[in-house]
C-alpha cells in the first residue's frame, strides 16, 4: 500500500497489529510505530499469533458447545482464522457480526465478507455500547433472545479505564443466558517485562493512535467475568486455555511471556445482571 494519503495517516491499533502479524494493510506511521515497539519488546509478533490462536481454541470450543451467533467486537484487520471462518466450519448456519472503531478494518472485513449473507461488519466504537447493540445490522443478525458469543478479543486494554466494565455490563445485560463472554487482554502482571519496555508501548499508542493502551492485572481482568460461569480452566495465561496441537510454541516454556491472558464465562441461566 502507499499513497501519499496513506504517507499522512496517524498510526492505528488495527494496522499496527496488521503489521505484527505480517499483513499488509498497514501505513509508513504503523510501520514505525510496530518497528519502535519491536525493539524492546521483540516478541510482540509471537504474542499477537498466540492471541490468535487462543481466539481460535475458544471460538470454536463455543461453536462446538452450541452457540451459533457471534459479536466479535474489535475484530480488527480480516487475517488467518476470522471468527466466521471458525465458526461456519463447524456450523454453517452461524451467524456474525464484526464491529470495529478503525474505517480500514471494516473495508477490508466487508470486502472478505461479500456474498456471505450470515456474516457482516459495522463501524462503531465499544465505548458506546447503545450505538452497537441498537445498529440495525446487528439486529437484523443477531437475535438477542437466544446465546450470543461477545468476542473481546485484545480490545478492552484500549478502553482504559472503568468505562470498559460498564460497557461489558451493558452488552451482556442485553443478551439471553447461555450467552458467553470471550476476553484477551494484554497485561503486564506477573509478566517477566521491564517497566520501561512497558512505558514505550503506552508512549506508542497513547502519542500516536487514536486508542491509548491501558493494561490490567490479572485481578482486574478477572473482574469482567463477575456474576459468570466460568468455562474451565478459568482466566489463564493464553497458552495454556485448551491447548491444541497445531498452536504456536513459542511461549511454551513460560506461558507469562505471552503478556496475554484470556479467559470464557456464561451467563447462567435466569439471572438478573
Ligand atoms: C489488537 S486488535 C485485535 C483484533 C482481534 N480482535 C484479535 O484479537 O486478533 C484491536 C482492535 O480493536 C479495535 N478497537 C480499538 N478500540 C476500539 C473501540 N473503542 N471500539 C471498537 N474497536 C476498537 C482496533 O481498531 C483493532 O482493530
Known amino acids: 500500500m502507499g499513497t501519499s494519503d496513506d504517507e499522512a495517516k496517524p498510526a492505528s491499533a488495527a494496522r499496527i497489529y496488521d503489521y505484527f502479524l505480517g499483513g499488509t494493510h498497514n501505513f509508513p506511521a504503523d510501520r514505525a510505530a510496530a518497528q519502535t515497539m519491536l525493539q524492546v519488546l521483540p516478541l510482540v509478533p509471537q504474542m499477537a499469533r498466540t492471541n490468535r490462536a487462543f481466539l481460535r481454541r475458544a471460538v470454536r470450543y463455543l461453536a462446538e458447545s452450541g452457540v451459533r451467533q457471534f459479536l466479535d467486537v474489535g475484530s480488527g484487520i480480516p487475517t488467518e482464522g476470522n471468527v466466521h471462518e471458525i465458526v461456519q466450519q463447524v456450523e454453517p448456519e452461524a451467524r456474525v457480526v464484526y464491529v470495529d472503531i478503525d474505517p480500514l478494518a471494516v473495508a477490508e472485513s466487508l470486502e472478505l465478507l461479500d456474498g456471505n449473507p450470515l456474516a ?132 511454551a516454556d513460560d506461558p507469562t511471556r505471552s503478556a496475554g491472558i484470556g479467559g470464557v464465562g456464561r451467563i447462567p441461566p435466569h439471572q438478573d445482571r
Open 120 to 251: 457482516t461488519v459495522v463501524n462503531a466504537d465499544l465505548r458506546d455500547p447503545r450505538s452497537i447493540l441498537s445498529h440495525p445490522q446487528v439486529t437484523a443478525l443477531l437475535d438477542f433472545d437466544r446465546p450470543i458469543g461477545l468476542v473481546l478479543g485484545a480490545v478492552l486494554h484500549f478502553v482504559p479505564d472503568e468505562t470498559a466494565y460498564d460497557v461489558v455490563g451493558r452488552l451482556l445485560a442485553a443478551m439471553a443466558p447461555g450467552s458467553h463472554l470471550l476476553i484477551s487482554h494484554a497485561t503486564a502482571d506477573e509478566a517477566p517485562h521491564e517497566q520501561d519496555e512497558i512505558d514505550v508501548a503506552h508512549d506508542i499508542y497513547r502519542h500516536r493512535t487514536a486508542t491509548p493502551l491501558g493494561l490490567r492485572t490479572r485481578a482486574q481482568i478477572e473482574r469482567f467475568f463477575e456474576g459468570l460461569d466460568l468455562v474451565e480452566p478459568g482466566v489463564v495465561w493464553l497458552p495454556l486455555w485448551r491447548p491444541a496441537p497445531d498452536d504456536p510454541q513459542y511461549f
